[in-house]
């Protein structure tokens, strides 16, 4: 009986380890946007409710720490990491986002919808400190830290390159202080910071998003998965090339540990703005998602840039059918009306049928100049799903494809195009076979009918 007891243990393990690693896409929501007004913590707590009824699982939130220009500061300019909007320096208690106070109850009302919260992790530079007599450079460099007000993760410039281990490392940011990771002081305390950040005492993050990875090595997000309880971490390695992405998300080797797909990002916008005449077939495989499903965050636009200035739901209509995690952005979302809550043609949608249906691996079923037909093969009680995408600007555009499904009426769950009108259900045949369309520069989510 022990024997039979260990097993069934050793199986539930095995079977959850595999539940996580397939059905872990989560579907991410960007908060904010470059320069947004100030008070922005209120603006996120009113929109709550809203991002988890679009089943939103984690609010990707900006920089909370005290920058070198206060009130005004996206967050990136890290001063005080301690000070998330409640010592009065730099000109203000508040951050540009809030207060400590506002930030913990915006946190606390994100995990009562059970969703997560996503911290930007600056981590590669510290700015505002005090100019002071640096031996290594021979001259004044500001980095004297010793006076943030919360007297806490205090620095000077041991702690930044070039000092007694190294003259610098693999990138510098604005010229601000570059900080050495490989400083035990720094090691310690960052991940006492984090640590800090995590409790609900004091803010109550659960997840990071690192900003700049470009700019120290691949260990130290390992480093910081390990040390902060395994949490989703997603790096910012600005770079269009995946393989390059791939060595990154390689180096760092951790399950948790993702990168924001960028390769992908370039794909979609070229594929948005050809005009009709990109090449569909690019589409399969693509970006560091067709290489590293597992290990891909997937974004059509974020706070530094939003290339697709036209047909954009095809490429929200790629991410939220594929796999990797996706993010949706929230000026596209609430300000630019491309959530069209109420209908079947917006982000809203897609983020349902992202919930209730994608899911497995992805089957390439017909590709050509204009035309991109993928199915997810479903998992668990998801079904699976068959996205077509059109780039052709003036045409419907269908194939006769082979489904997983035989005799199935399948239904369309999502579409948009120049063409609103809504594409026929149909019926696949005793093969599987079906016959599916998308509107010109447009798209269509087939499923079978009931969910
Ligand atoms: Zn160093």
């Given at each position: 009986m022990r024997r039979l007891g260990m097993l069934i243990l050793v199986l539930v393990v095995v079977i959850s380890l595999v539940f996580v690693s397939e059905v872990g896409a989560w579907r991410v929501f960007q908060a904010f946007y470059w320069d947004v007004p100030s008070g922005w913590?209120?603006?996120v707590s009113g929109k709550v409710a809203n991002l988890a009824g679009a089943k939103v699982e984690v609010v990707y939130l900006p920089p909370p720490s005290k920058g070198m220009s206060g009130g005004y500061s996206m967050g990136y300019d890290p001063y005080d990491y301690y000070d998330l909007g409640s010592y009065n320096q730099k000109g203000s208690i508040a951050t540009r986002f809030g207060t400590q106070s506002q930030l913990k109850s915006l946190i606390s009302s994100i995990k009562s919808y059970g969703m997560k919260a996503?911290?930007?992790?600056?981590?590669?530079?510290?700015?505002?400190?005090?100019?002071?007599?640096?031996?290594?450079t021979g001259g004044n460099t500001w980095t004297d830290f010793s006076k943030v007000a919360?007297?806490?993760?205090?620095?000077?410039?041991?702690?930044?390159?070039p000092n007694d281990i190294h003259s610098g490392d693999s990138g510098v940011f604005g010229g601000y202080p570059d900080i050495c990771h490989d400083k035990t002081y720094v090691k310690t305390n960052i991940i006492a910071w984090l640590n800090?950040?995590?409790?609900?005492?004091?803010?109550?993050?659960?997840f990071w998003r690192l900003d700049y990875t470009k700019g120290f090595a691949p260990w130290v997000a390992a480093y910081i998965y390990d040390n902060t309880g395994y949490p989703f971490i997603?790096?910012?390695?600005w770079d269009g090339n995946r393989n390059t992405l791939a060595w990154w998300v390689d180096s760092a080797n951790r399950a948790g540990v993702k990168t924001f797909d960028f390769s992908l990002l370039y794909v979609l916008r070229d594929m948005c703005l050809g005009g009709g005449y990109y090449d569909m077939r690019n589409l399969d495989r693509a970006g560091l998602v067709g290489i590293r499903p597992l290990k891909a965050v997937t974004f059509v636009a974020n706070h530094d840039t939003d290339p697709i200035t036209r047909n954009k739901m095809m490429a929200y209509a790629y991410i939220l059918t594929a796999e990797g995690d996706p993010t949706v952005w929230w000026k596209d979302y609430y300000d630019y009306g491309l959530a069209r809550e109420g209908t079947a043609r917006?982000?809203?949608?897609?983020?349902?049928?992202?919930?209730?249906?994608?899911?497995?691996?992805?089957?390439?079923?017909?590709?050509?100049?204009d035309l991109y037909i993928a199915q997810r093969n479903g998992y668990g009680s998801n079904p699976g799903l068959v996205i077509v995408i059109n780039d052709n600007g003036n045409q419907w555009k269908g194939a006769r494809v082979k489904t997983k499904w035989a005799n199935t009426e399948l239904n369309v769950y999502a579409w948009d195009g120049v063409d609103t009108s809504r594409p026929n259900n149909k019926w696949t045949?005793?093969?599987?076979?079906?016959d599916l369309w998308a509107a010109p520069f447009g798209y269509a989510v087939y499923a079978p009918r009931g969910y």
């Amino acid at each position: 009986m022990r024997r039979l007891g260990m097993l069934i243990l050793v199986l539930v393990v095995v079977i959850s380890l595999v539940f996580v690693s397939e059905v872990g896409a989560w579907r991410v929501f960007q908060a904010f946007y470059w320069d947004v007004p100030s008070g922005w913590y209120s603006t996120v707590s009113g929109k709550v409710a809203n991002l988890a009824g679009a089943k939103v699982e984690v609010v990707y939130l900006p920089p909370p720490s005290k920058g070198m220009s206060g009130g005004y500061s996206m967050g990136y300019d890290p001063y005080d990491y301690y000070d998330l909007g409640s010592y009065n320096q730099k000109g203000s208690i508040a951050t540009r986002f809030g207060t400590q106070s506002q930030l913990k109850s915006l946190i606390s009302s994100i995990k009562s919808y059970g969703m997560k919260a996503m911290a930007d992790i600056v981590l590669n530079h510290r700015a505002g400190g005090d100019s002071q007599y640096n031996p290594f450079t021979g001259g004044n460099t500001w980095t004297d830290f010793s006076k943030v007000a919360s007297g806490r993760f205090k620095m000077s410039y041991w702690d930044f390159h070039p000092n007694d281990i190294h003259s610098g490392d693999s990138g510098v940011f604005g010229g601000y202080p570059d900080i050495c990771h490989d400083k035990t002081y720094v090691k310690t305390n960052i991940i006492a910071w984090l640590n800090w950040l995590k409790s609900s005492a004091n803010a109550g993050f659960d997840f990071w998003r690192l900003d700049y990875t470009k700019g120290f090595a691949p260990w130290v997000a390992a480093y910081i998965y390990d040390n902060t309880g395994y949490p989703f971490i997603v790096g910012e390695y600005w770079d269009g090339n995946r393989n390059t992405l791939a060595w990154w998300v390689d180096s760092a080797n951790r399950a948790g540990v993702k990168t924001f797909d960028f390769s992908l990002l370039y794909v979609l916008r070229d594929m948005c703005l050809g005009g009709g005449y990109y090449d569909m077939r690019n589409l399969d495989r693509a970006g560091l998602v067709g290489i590293r499903p597992l290990k891909a965050v997937t974004f059509v636009a974020n706070h530094d840039t939003d290339p697709i200035t036209r047909n954009k739901m095809m490429a929200y209509a790629y991410i939220l059918t594929a796999e990797g995690d996706p993010t949706v952005w929230w000026k596209d979302y609430y300000d630019y009306g491309l959530a069209r809550e109420g209908t079947a043609r917006g982000i809203k949608q897609l983020l349902w049928v992202h919930y209730r249906l994608a899911g497995g691996s992805t089957t390439v079923l017909y590709k050509d100049n204009d035309l991109y037909i993928a199915q997810r093969n479903g998992y668990g009680s998801n079904p699976g799903l068959v996205i077509v995408i059109n780039d052709n600007g003036n045409q419907w555009k269908g194939a006769r494809v082979k489904t997983k499904w035989a005799n199935t009426e399948l239904n369309v769950y999502a579409w948009d195009g120049v063409d609103t009108s809504r594409p026929n259900n149909k019926w696949t045949d005793g093969s599987g076979y079906a016959d599916l369309w998308a509107a010109p520069f447009g798209y269509a989510v087939y499923a079978p009918r009931g969910y």
